[in-house]
């Protein structure tokens, strides 16, 4: 499989990462390179083999239903949580307006 | 059921429907963080910097979330996973801080169930059996505020990381009709188990709405997704709507888009959503933050054992053992609330009276359903902290025992409602009680019939309209405190 | 009186303890370096005070006698992708500048806690993206060593832990912390001449360490010697319940546990390491690397990891999947850069910014892992690499049944020259083809020095043990580093 400009235009967009005609023309080789690098990953013979899906056996615990527990993981930090907000309103977050 | 099919220029047209139901799990903290849960703080009070998706920050599972989806996947009869994971639904949105929810598509905690509903509440047996796809846990987003500045949106974090259950229907529903029993029957059965508050005006519960038509017969048409839609009226609006409005593009020889729309409850129609039009591919993966989720069986028989008794189960064992009528039963066992208030009052008056429930429960049904609520409706500066199970009870046992009469009972009830009296003080001090003393009536009767010798002349030739002139003297006489029953009993005894 | 920065962590902690020198003693020498050597810029900003403040308290606790920690009156760098309170943290991107956090990572928390200081804020490759620490937003790092050859030319100092490897040889601090998620520890420390270890997956806490892949990254602990790291590392780890991947586990001591004694241990060379048109001088430094283990009572065998050649792409894979996730939080609504251009909507916003605030090897990584994840890729990409990284655990696992560490090079060449290999992003990769296959299955792993190469440059010799055997591969490691006798250290040119 190989991209072609129009397919990186799109992988940009998706990301959310403008990019220019020129740029979206730079990586179009560049992201062919890595990708058909990447395929050799096809000649594995993966029959019966299972995605990983732990890397350490190990499961997964729970946390007991508790309000601010922990004051790094609770709430009630609304100044810690604005301290670095370009554009911090009223204790909102302000972004530019959007139209649903 | 009676089909409902839209007229269209070219036929009839079956509308299908699937409803994705949003149900924020009931718990104090979120689902990956310990911020709270509770609703109309002030923005970004119960946002935890994990919520805000700050740097570094990493998910870890609130178990009680995961054990409410449980027991509600319980209580559909849904097969539950004992292995599951969850994935990262990726898009960018201004309420989405993290850019992605933590969902669960590849491997959902609990898989196929279903919910029998009821379109007549007078036959609550005949019912069409709705199936359930699945249930998964997931995040809610943050709110977006558009009204607050003239060029910014404004975002409050609160809700973001609140556990939602997702409960996606399979497409079997084809009324407006059938939608909202459906609605109306998950909310009561998320209520019972305690899941789910199912406060639709907080937004505890929202449904996605998805409905396509086709000729009957044919192959489902493209659906639409309507999202956010939070009264069972709106559901059957939208549907409506939708449906409407598919027939006639199509009739009009256009083609219905996939699309996400938004219903406006002004208009009562909906709109395509133009935010999220370029957001189909969420390239969801396993969250790498998180492990399988893995559930054992001690986990599993604790969520079992704490399941209370459903509503179907409780309707049968309405009708069945305290013999109440299937339409009581229907009534009585549709909101936790009511079966609450029902079992409490019908628990108290059995003791008060000395018999079984299933002796008072039709009296006690009675009550609860019509007599009462008929009362509290016109009691204008009732409090509802009057309103206790001690004092329904007294006043139905009263009323049982033959101490005040219907209007009596009323009206003692008025006086609870707005004073939080006794009842049987009341009935006492307000002369609010019947008199079944037969030598006194007996008396009274006696006199009754000397007075109008001549009218038991008449009656006595025939005239039977006559017993209720004797009733109504009678009673007058006792100033209307004369228990009816006996009253009667003796007049009769005595006309011969 | 000792120079007191050319002291290690153990001795540092020793003299302190013992009175032959104060913290504060300590923090200012280290702090002198640090300010001498801007020209390397290793760290992206020094904290001065902080290393002062944190010494003057280790002082106090001494002159009443208290236990002083682990890291007792040690100042160290902290690598710029663990969260500071208070201390500006880039993860060396623009995207982040100016990014205060209010809050501690766990690990820098347990650091300071263990009585260490902080000098200051390490250089890294952006979003730890990068092998060379060429993709910084604040420049290049460079190394302290320079060729043999007279020609001056400026050295990788490997990355992404860069600022960490070249502050740690260059005596600018004796310890830092460093992040590995497919080599960022081992290869730095291998191109530097210092030692490194990435712990097995889940051992440090993820939490307030700015995420680049959640499934592989490890942070650990970059110092001159293998003690220093035992050392270190004690201190990183510990179960974090903030973090569902962390180990719920004790910490095991391991630097009581050192012993370089490999009586009846076996070490396993894995045939598939040895790859064509190797680098003779790597292949020369492993050989030696296999006497001295054998010279510390090892038995060496032979061993297979057959899916060896396939843990790189799986890696370009995987990791940049993750990455395009965990990256999706830059979007300038509540940190960060926020760049929008007149009468911007916010999906315009979002695109400008991650324009502006993400470098070219970010853009590119987060486009593959974009792509891979997309509509009908996500089984021919994403499912199949998981698979095949299963198949590459497995072989390890098969491994142990054979030998107790894996001896190989940490990489398959010394440091390469700035700017040689940035226009070819495949060959940057090619750097961390050895040290890829540990983090996908999530072992630990370190880099010890082995010697100098023809041309004066530090090489690497990489241990790799079974999961939760930090021991076995500190101490083999302990065996390699007393027998190498490694003492080289680079010319402090830029003074």
Redesign the interface.
Same mark, same amino acid.
């Given at each position: 499989m190989s991209v072609d400009k129009a397919t990186v235009a799109k992988i940009a967009s998706l990301a959310r990462i403008r990019m220019d005609d020129a740029a979206c023309d730079a990586m179009v080789p560049e992201l062919n390179q890595i990708l058909g690098w990447v395929e050799q990953l096809g000649e594995v013979d993966v029959t019966g083999v299972e995605p990983m899906t732990a890397v350490i056996p190990n499961t997964l615990r729970l946390r007991d239903d508790v309000v601010d527990a922990d004051p790094l993981t609770g709430g009630g930090v609304r100044d810690k949580v604005l301290a670095n907000a370009p554009a911090p309103e009223h204790g909102f977050f302000g972004v530019p307006k959007v139209i649903e | 059921m009676s089909e409902y099919r839209i007229q269209g220029a070219t036929g009839e047209w079956e509308v299908v429907i699937g409803l994705e139901v949003h149900a924020q799990v009931t718990?104090? *903290?979120k689902l990956f963080?310990? &911020? *709270?849960t509770a609703f109309g703080a $002030?923005?970004? %009070?119960?946002?935890?910097?994990?919520? *805000? &998706?700050? =740097?570094?920050?990493? !998910?870890? =599972?609130?178990? $009680?979330?995961?054990r409410q989806a449980v027991r509600t996947g319980m209580a559909i009869d849904a097969q539950i996973n004992k292995w599951s +994971?969850f994935d990262?639904k990726?898009y960018?949105? *201004?309420d989405l801080?993290?850019?992605?929810q933590i969902s669960q598509l590849y491997h959902p905690l609990v898989g196929e169930g279903y919910l029998d509903v009821s379109l007549d509440d007078k036959d609550p047996e005949n019912t069409k059996r709705i199936g359930v796809e699945r249930i998964h846990v997931e995040q809610d987003a943050g709110k977006?505020? /558009?009204d607050? /500045? !003239? %060029?910014?949106?404004?975002?409050?974090?609160n809700r973001s990381g609140v556990a939602l259950m997702e409960i996606v229907s399979k497409p079997d529903m084809r009324s407006p009709a059938e939608a909202g029993a459906y609605v109306r029957k998950l909310r009561s059965i998320l209520r019972y188990v305690g899941s789910c508050d199912g406060n639709m005006e907080e937004g505890s519960m929202r449904a996605d709405v998805n409905v396509s038509v086709r000729k009957p017969g044919d192959e489902f048409g493209t659906r639409t997704e309507t999202k956010n839609v939070n009264s069972v009226r709106f559901v059957m609006q939208v549907i409506e709507y939708e449906a409407n409005r598919q027939v006639d593009v199509i009739e009009n020889g256009g083609t219905v888009d996939q699309e996400t729309r938004?219903f406006d409850p002004d208009t009562g129609t909906t709109r395509t959503? +133009?935010?999220k039009e #370029?957001a189909? #591919?969420y390239?969801?993966? !396993? #969250? !790498?933050?998180?492990?399988?989720? $893995?559930l054992d069986d001690a986990f599993l028989a604790d969520c079992r054992e704490s399941l209370p008794e459903l509503p179907d189960a409780k309707r049968h064992r309405y009708e069945n053992e305290l013999g109440l009528t299937a339409y009581n039963a229907g009534q009585l066992t549709a909101d936790v609330d009511v079966y609450q208030r029902y079992e409490a009052i019908l628990a108290a008056t059995a003791a008060k009276v000395g018999k079984s429930e299933s002796d008072v429960a039709t009296q006690v049904a009675n009550w609860v359903l019509s007599v009462a609520p008929g009362v509290k409706n016109a009691t204008e500066d009732a409090d509802e902290a009057n309103d206790t199970t001690a004092a329904n009870a007294g006043i139905i046992a009263l009323s049982a025992a033959g101490t005040v009469s219907g209007g009596q009972a009323k009206e003692i009830y008025e006086i609870v409602l707005k004073t939080g009296r006794e009842p049987e003080e009341i009935a006492e001090t307000e002369g609010l009680k019947q008199n079944s003393d037969t030598g006194a009536i007996e008396a009274v009767v006696d006199e009754v019939l000397a007075n109008n010798a001549d009218k038991v002349e008449e009656y006595r030739g025939g005239k039977d309209k006559l017993f209720g002139f004797f009733v109504g003297q009678t009673m007058k006489a006792m100033k209307g405190q004369g228990n009816p029953a006996v009253v009667n009993e003796i007049l009769k005894a005595k006309l011969g | 009186m000792t120079e007191l920065t050319e002291l290690t962590v153990a001795a540092i902690r020793k003299g302190v303890a013992g009175g032959d020198f104060t913290a504060v003693e300590v923090a200012e020498a280290f702090n002198a370096n640090v300010a001498a050597a801007s020209e390397l810029n290793a760290f992206i900003v020094a904290t001065p005070e902080k290393a002062v403040e944190a010494a003057q308290a280790v002082d106090a606790k001494r002159a009443k006698g208290e236990d002083l920690g682990k890291m007792g009156g040690v100042p160290i760098g902290m690598k710029d992708l663990f969260a500071t309170n208070g201390v500006q943290t880039t993860a060396a991107s623009h995207m982040l500048e100016g990014f205060v956090p209010q809050y501690e990572s766990t690990v820098s928390q347990k650091l300071w806690d263990a009585g260490a200081g902080m000098l200051g804020k390490l250089n890294l490759d952006q979003f730890a993206m990068g092998s060379s620490n060429e993709t910084s937003y604040f420049g290049n790092v460079i190394s302290p060593w320079r060729r043999k050859d007279g020609g001056n030319a400026d050295l990788a100092p490997g990355g992404s832990s860069g600022g960490s490897s070249s502050a740690v040889s260059a005596r600018l601090c004796p310890a830092a912390t460093g992040t590995d998620t497919g080599g960022s520890i081992r290869q730095p420390a291998a191109f530097t001449g210092i030692t490194g270890i990435k712990p097995t997956y889940g051992r440090c806490s993820r939490w307030g360490v700015v995420a680049f892949a959640s499934s592989l990254d490890q942070a650990g602990p970059m110092a001159r010697d293998v003690t220093d790291c035992a050392i270190m590392l004690e201190a990183m780890a510990g179960f974090d319940p903030k973090d569902s991947t962390s180990l719920d586990m004790p910490v095991p001591e391991w630097e009581a546990g050192l012993n370089p004694d490999m009586k009846g241990k076996k070490v396993g060379i894995p045939r598939e390491y040895r790859m064509d048109g190797m680098d003779p001088e790597i292949l020369k430094s492993w050989d030696d690397g296999i006497a001295w283990l054998k010279d510390a009572g090892a038995e060496v065998v032979d061993i297979s990891l057959p899916h060896t050649k396939y843990a790189l792409p799986a890696y370009y894979i995987i990791a940049p999947a993750e990455a395009s996730s965990n990256l999706a939080r830059y979007d300038g609504v509540r940190y960060g850069l926020r760049d929008l251009p007149e009468g911007a909507g916010l999906q315009d916003m979002y695109a400008a910014t991650r324009a502006d605030g993400f470098g070219p090897e970010v853009k590119r990584r987060i486009m593959i892992g974009t792509y891979v994840l997309s509509a009908g890729f996500y089984d021919a990409y994403y499912n199949q690499a998981q698979k095949v990284r299963a198949l590459i655990a497995r072989d390890f696992e098969q491994a142990w049944s054979q030998c107790d560490v894996i001896l190989a090079p940490t990489c398959p060449s010394a440091a390469f020259a700035l700017g040689d290999k940035t226009s070819d992003p495949l060959s940057m990769y090619l750097n961390d083809v050895f040290a890829v296959p540990a983090s996908l299955a999530g072992l630990p792993a370190m880099s010890v020095p082995a010697g100098l190469n023809s041309e004066g440059l530090p090489l690497g010799l990489q241990i790799i043990g079974k999961a939760f055997d930090e021991q076995g591969v500190l101490n083999a490691g302990l065996a390699i580093e007393q027998r190498a006798g490694f003492t080289a250290k680079p010319e402090a040119w830029w003074k």
């Open positions: - | 718990s104090k *903290a963080s310990g &911020a *709270a $002030e923005p970004n %009070t119960q946002v935890s910097l994990v919520d *805000a &998706a700050m =740097p570094g920050m990493l !998910p870890v =599972p609130n178990r $009680e979330c995961i +994971r990262r990726n960018f949105y *201004a801080p993290q850019g992605y977006l505020m /558009h607050q /500045h !003239p %060029t910014m949106s404004y975002v409050d974090l938004l959503m +133009r935010s #370029d189909h #591919d390239r969801y993966f !396993p #969250d !790498p933050d998180l492990l399988p989720l $893995e | -």
